[in-house]
């Protein structure tokens, strides 16, 4: 194997468990230390390839690019942090300004915070305060953050939210998860049983349709999957959301930032939402969240909702860098990911027809997984089977990150070169085949 760990790695692997609280730690031994383009360099001198983008963050190269990392240094030597919620600043008005322009006309206010949970946390406070409603909707399977409103809409895995509750109004629906079909129904025949069931019960029994704030979705699943709903779901969901007077909040926190070929995940269905929520790849490596909102909506009142560090500038002038450079290469990118994800579903395709423990892949853009079975046959996730393929990918230099219950996302930055898209995959499916041994 490529990858040599020693007691180096080890070591600082020990001092960490002595000084923090248990988070979400891969299986595998990465001690980052730096990274450029394409790759990651661990303490030990080790290159990896990164099918990971350090969680979707690195959408347009690992740490960015010079570009960016000079608009950083340069605030710094300026000004760091001018509490923007209290006081008035240009850099973020312009930051502002150019990420408003990449949304559909009659987008024109909204909210900087640090992260992708305070991005849905401002969303769930502003739907309210618009509709004068409390309750809303979310999916199972979806992850919408950690903090206690967004942990109300996140429904991913149950140790997410124990011991955490009792959570504000969130009612729960199934999400279009064709292959596993929690109504065991094939799509198109199903008629989209799925929002059916929305309909004939929990806004008939459960709750009073006119008492739903907002219906708030992730265009793909993230956490909970990777999973594509069919490309008329979401007109149907928008469809509810209109009859009842709710508002429609598009999580793109990651799957938005050119991620599935377009700017907003959501544009792929032909659905324009009420409210966005942006975060990972917007700071460019740098945290910032945003949500933003339809002028129809109105403004919030006064003091109703503000942030210590929201629209801190460091975080603004990287997060402009990094816009001005997507607005400059939007067509190449698009095109870009889009080709590019065609090349990975391919490749994916083939090892889920080639090999037993690959029970699905699946993706938009270059937002792609494969999800890891016992068999074909009884579906049954393979947890440790996937294990095995992230370990062994990891120690032949190739950086990947679960979701779901078995399922690995395969999410390159879009602007991974030929050859190392080429040698991250023949990296999996070389793992795959040693996990495969047994069938």
């Known amino acids: 194997m490529a990858v040599k760990i020693t007691g180096k790695t080890k070591r600082i692997i020990e001092r960490d468990r002595k000084v923090f609280l248990t988070t979400t730690r891969e299986v595998y031994p990465f001690v980052a230390e730096r990274g450029e383009g394409d790759f990651a360099y661990d303490i030990e001198g080790n290159r990896f390839i990164d099918f990971a983008s350090f969680i979707s963050v690195y959408n347009i190269g690992i740490n960015a690019n010079k570009g960016i990392r000079t608009a950083i240094k340069q605030q710094v030597d300026t000004l760091m942090h001018s509490a923007f919620t209290d006081y008035y600043s240009e850099l973020p008005v312009k930051f502002g300004e150019e990420l408003i322009s990449m949304f559909p006309k009659g987008f024109g206010k909204l909210f900087l915070s640090n992260s992708g949970t305070e991005a849905n946390e401002a969303a769930i406070k502003f739907a309210q305060i618009f509709t004068k409603r409390s309750y809303n909707i979310a999916f199972y399977g979806a992850f919408h953050g950690r903090s206690k409103g967004s942990l109300s809409l996140t429904a991913s895995r ?62 793909v699943q993230g956490e909970g999957g990777y999973i594509v709903p069919p490309k008329d779901y979401f007109k149907e969901i928008k469809r509810i959301t209109e009859d009842n007077g709710m508002l429609l909040v598009s999580d ?44 129809d909506l109105g403004d919030v009142p006064a003091g109703s909702h503000a942030s210590t560090f929201g629209g801190n500038l460091v975080s603004v002038a990287a997060a402009l860098a990094s816009i001005r450079f ?96 080429e040698n991250g995959l023949n990296i999996l499916e070389n793992a795959i085949k040693a996990a495969s041994k047994n069938y």
Do not use: W
Request: charged share 25%; hydrophobic share 35%; net charge positive.
């Open 158 to 219: 149950f140790v997410q939210r124990s011991h955490f509750g009792p959570f504000s109004n969130t009612i729960h629906v199934p999400f279009a998860y064709c292959y596993r079909c929690p109504f065991n129904q094939t799509y198109p025949g199903c008629g989209l049983a799925c929002v059916d069931y929305i309909k004939k019960y929990p806004l008939s029994k459960e709750v009073d349709p006119k008492e739903v704030s907002a219906f708030f979705v992730e265009p």
């Open 326 to 421: 997507v607005k400059r290469n939007r067509k190449r990118l698009a095109v870009e990911a889009r080709e590019k994800g065609r090349r990975i579903m391919k490749r994916l395709k083939e090892m889920e027809e080639r090999y037993e423990v690959v029970g699905d892949a699946r993706g938009l853009g270059m937002m792609t997984a494969i999800e890891i079975v016992k068999d074909k046959k009884s579906k049954t996730p393979g947890v440790k089977e996937r294990e095995k393929i992230i370990e062994n990918a990891f120690y032949n230099g190739l950086l990947l990150l679960p979701a779901g219950d078995s399922t690995i996302r395969i999410i390159p930055p879009l602007t991974v070169s030929s050859s190392s898209l």
């Open 252 to 295: 793109e926190v990651q799957s938005g930032y050119m991620r599935t070929g377009k700017f907003l995940a959501m544009d792929n269905f032909g659905v324009r939402a009420d409210i966005y929520t942006m975060a990972k790849s917007l700071g460019a490596g740098m945290p910032l969240g945003a949500t933003v909102v339809s002028n």
